[in-house]
């Protein structure tokens, strides 16, 4: 029994998203004690509406962060997406080519990111901190600070619409990211690639492993699908907005990282991200819920943060020693 035991705990401490999946369940057992409308259908929808913005981004961060690399300008290029977009839509450019120029607006500043951080060699903190200062004052110098109004029908349906007349477009656009994403990163070489790059660089440039190459493409990749979100946005509130993505890269960045992605590389799962970028959704509708002051409502969302990584950090030790 007592062998039984340990193997069931073994098997538990190995799992990384236990430490994002016990805070998840409390603080919606919390939650729904204290207001029952938590679980109501229209209040669910909107947690995983809000949820699905923080994973289209939030997957591709994950191989970043698998890569042992980092991205501070995320916030930034959302806007940035999102303006370029509706600027375009403005000026009446066909809607297709809209989310183009969005998406390849995110892809430039992308590429620029990957050449400084990967070629250059400049350390990412710095480097996509100061991006983010750079695009985030473009894009307030190009809209004076307004919003940019301009969205068709047809774009807005894009973020409002509902399937079924309940399920938000953004959920299964979501949903069908992160299932592509953690195909590419568990069943191949491709995926398998970036645990090595992060795990360790050199021994993965031996092996014949294009290390500067990955690493430039999950830079790109995270300022593409950042765009993409700004684009979403745009489309739910039928404008862009230079604040669009404020604060988003921090958000985004600590859910991945509770959801059981290394910060320092070579471990993470598309899974956890999934249940990080929840329990932050669950956690700020929780509290609203709650009717908790706005002047609490940070603090309690640190501390919550803090258990969710203490948990992550008993669960590790507790797996070493089994």
């Known amino acids: 029994m007592k062998k039984e035991n340990s193997n069931i705990v073994q098997y538990l401490a190995s799992k990384n998203e236990i430490g994002t999946l016990l805070p998840l369940v409390l603080m919606c057992i919390v939650t729904t004690i204290i207001n029952p409308g938590f679980i109501a259908v229209d209040n669910v929808i909107d947690i995983f509406r809000t949820t699905s913005f923080y994973l289209i981004v939030g997957a591709p961060l994950t191989f970043l962060l698998i890569c042992?690399?980092?991205?501070?300008?995320?916030?930034?290029?959302?806007a940035l997406g999102g303006v370029c977009c509706m600027f375009a839509m403005k000026a009446g450019v066909p809607m297709i080519f809209c989310i183009l120029i969005g998406l390849l607006?995110?892809?430039?500043?992308?590429?620029?990111?990957?050449?400084?951080?990967?070629?250059?060699?400049?350390?990412?903190?710095?480097?996509?901190?100061g991006i983010e200062y750079v695009v985030n004052g473009?894009?307030?110098?190009?809209?004076?600070?307004?919003?940019?109004?301009g969205a068709t029908d047809l774009f807005k349906s894009l973020g409002q619409a509902r399937l079924f007349g309940k399920i938000?477009?953004?959920?299964?656009?979501?949903?069908?990211?992160?299932?592509i994403f953690q195909l590419i990163l568990t069943e191949t070489k491709y995926g398998r690639s970036l645990f090595a790059v992060g795990g360790n660089p050199e021994t993965a440039?031996?092996?014949?492993?294009?290390?500067?190459?990955?690493?430039?493409?999950?830079?790109?990749?995270?300022?593409?699908?950042?765009?993409?979100?700004g684009i979403l946005m745009a489309s739910r509130f039928a404008s862009a907005q230079s604040t669009a993505g404020s604060?988003?890269?921090l958000t985004v960045m600590a859910a991945v990282i509770i959801?059981?992605?290394?910060?320092?590389?070579?471990?993470?799962?598309?899974?956890?991200?999934?249940?990080?970028?929840?329990?932050?959704?669950?956690?700020s509708n929780g509290l609203v819920l709650m009717r908790i002051d706005s002047f609490w409502q940070n603090l309690i969302?640190?501390?919550?943060?803090?258990?969710?990584?203490?948990?992550?950090?008993?669960?590790?030790?507790?797996?070493?020693?089994?």
């Open 247 to 249: 604060g988003t890269e």
């Open 205 to 229: 440039r031996l092996s014949g492993i294009p290390v500067k190459r990955r690493r430039r493409e999950v830079h790109i990749l995270v300022s593409v699908f950042a765009a993409l979100v």
């Open 105 to 129: 607006a995110g892809a430039a500043v992308g590429l620029f990111k990957a050449w400084i951080i990967v070629d250059c060699e400049l350390p990412a903190l710095i480097v996509t901190l």
């Open 168 to 179: 938000y477009i953004t959920i299964i656009v979501s949903l069908v990211i992160a299932a």
């Open 68 to 78: 042992a690399d980092m991205d501070l300008s995320i916030g930034a290029v959302t």
């Open 138 to 149: 473009i894009v307030s110098i190009t809209t004076k600070g307004m919003s940019v109004n």
């Open 301 to 322: 969302f640190g501390i919550i943060l803090l258990i969710s990584v203490a948990i992550d950090k008993y669960r590790q030790m507790l797996f070493n020693k089994v």
């Open 259 to 283: 959801g059981g992605t290394s910060l320092f590389g070579g471990s993470g799962s598309i899974l956890g991200s999934i249940l990080g970028c929840l329990l932050l959704a669950v956690i």
